[in-house]
């Protein structure tokens, strides 16, 4: 018998910040077994009426929705209760609260945080220049960069510029081979433009090159997976990040979303200092 809870995540637009308040809340629990059943661009009462449908006689069923329309809302609540069925509003009265603290009313559009505005065209372009400036690449023009990140091979450079590209942030990420393979306009600039350093333990690099080895099929490359190899890099990593007195982050034990948090409050720092 399954004894899993089905989680029905019912959103009015792409899920997507329904899907990150689900991930931030189940960390929380450790013996939480559940399925997920992903319900995206709900916007009428015969859509909800037909999710519904689905649920009736099931149990252990949980109700998790993002819906900004309260009349759709509220339709949902009500038909969830009749077929008693916990049924909660990732949002609660945050909108409404808000509404009340800036003295304004809500607009209640869905999809509105995907709206076509500046912001929205910055985010693009913030992303374009990231993957064209991915591992050292295009370093002619890497002083346009928002954030410059340094590392030696598989410290996260590359998916936590990613993520802060989504961000809006332009992010080029260097590997770093030796003092030599950083380009000369950041050591000239380098107080100019937020620097970081991406390290890790040595132990953990292995693992994670070891890894990618595997998945490259790849047994050749001795010294790229040997510890003690390994080892000297991230001295002399560490090394170069104090001679220019760059700060450091250790993505040992951190998910690329930490890291990428640690990178934009070092960001924010530097950007008062300057």
Same mark, same amino acid.
């Given at each position: 018998?399954?004894?899993?809870?089905?989680?029905?995540?019912?959103?009015?637009?792409?899920?997507?910040?329904?899907?990150?308040?689900?991930?931030?809340?189940?960390?929380?629990?450790?013996?939480?077994?559940?399925?997920?059943?992903?319900?995206?661009?709900?916007? &009428?009462? #015969?859509?909800?009426?037909?999710? +519904?449908? $689905?649920?009736? *006689? @099931?149990?252990? /069923? !949980?109700? =998790?929705?993002?819906?900004?329309?309260?009349?759709?809302?509220?339709?949902?609540?009500?038909?969830?209760?009749?077929?008693?069925?916990?049924?909660?509003?990732?949002?609660?009265?945050?909108?409404?609260?808000?509404?009340?603290?800036?003295?304004?009313?809500?607009?209640?559009?869905?999809?509105?945080?995907?709206?076509?505005?500046?912001?929205?065209?910055?985010?693009?372009?913030?992303?374009?220049? &990231?993957? #064209?400036?991915?591992?050292?690449? +295009?370093? $002619?023009?890497? *002083? @346009?960069?928002? /954030? !410059?990140? =340094?590392?030696?091979?598989?410290?996260?450079?590359?998916?936590?510029?990613?993520?802060?590209?989504?961000?809006?942030?332009?992010?080029?990420?260097?590997?770093?081979?030796?003092?030599?393979?950083?380009?000369?306009?950041?050591?000239?600039?380098?107080?100019?433009?937020?620097?970081?350093?991406?390290?890790?333990?040595?132990?953990?690099?292995?693992?994670?090159?070891?890894?990618?080895?595997?998945?490259?099929?790849?047994?050749?490359?001795?010294?790229?997976? $040997?510890?003690?190899?390994?080892?000297?890099?991230?001295?002399?990593?560490?090394?170069?990040?104090?001679?220019?007195?760059?700060?450091?982050?250790?993505?040992?034990?951190?998910?690329?979303?930490?890291?990428?948090?640690?990178?934009?409050?070092?960001?924010?720092?530097?950007?008062?200092?300057?």
């Amino acid at each position: 018998m399954n004894n899993s809870y089905q989680i029905y995540l019912i959103s009015d637009s792409t899920g997507e910040t329904l899907d990150r308040i689900f991930i931030a809340l189940k960390a929380q629990f450790k013996n939480f077994s559940y399925e997920t059943n992903h319900f995206s661009f709900t916007r &009428t009462k #015969n859509q909800v009426l037909k999710i +519904l449908t $689905n649920i009736k *006689n @099931k149990k252990k /069923i !949980i109700i =998790l929705y993002t819906i900004v329309d309260n009349n759709l809302s509220k339709f949902l609540d009500q038909e969830a209760e009749k077929l008693k069925v916990a049924c909660f509003n990732a949002l609660g009265d945050l909108i409404l609260s808000f509404s009340k603290q800036l003295d304004q009313e809500a607009s209640f559009k869905p999809s509105g945080q995907h709206a076509l505005n500046e912001e929205y065209y910055e985010r693009i372009e913030a992303i374009q220049f &990231t993957m #064209n400036h991915d591992d050292g690449n +295009l370093s $002619n023009d890497i *002083n @346009k960069s928002d /954030i !410059i990140l =340094l590392g030696v091979s598989r410290t996260s450079k590359t998916p936590t510029s990613i993520y802060l590209a989504n961000k809006g942030f332009k992010v080029s990420n260097i590997p770093l081979v030796n003092e030599n393979s950083i380009p000369n306009s950041i050591k000239i600039n380098k107080n100019k433009i937020c620097i970081i350093g991406l390290t890790a333990e040595p132990n953990r690099l292995v693992e994670v090159r070891k890894n990618r080895m595997s998945s490259l099929k790849d047994n050749t490359s001795t010294n790229y997976v $040997n510890f003690e190899k390994i080892s000297q890099e991230v001295e002399e990593a560490k090394k170069t990040f104090q001679k220019y007195k760059w700060p450091v982050i250790d993505v040992s034990r951190k998910s690329v979303e930490e890291t990428a948090a640690s990178v934009i409050k070092i960001f924010e720092i530097s950007k008062k200092n300057v």
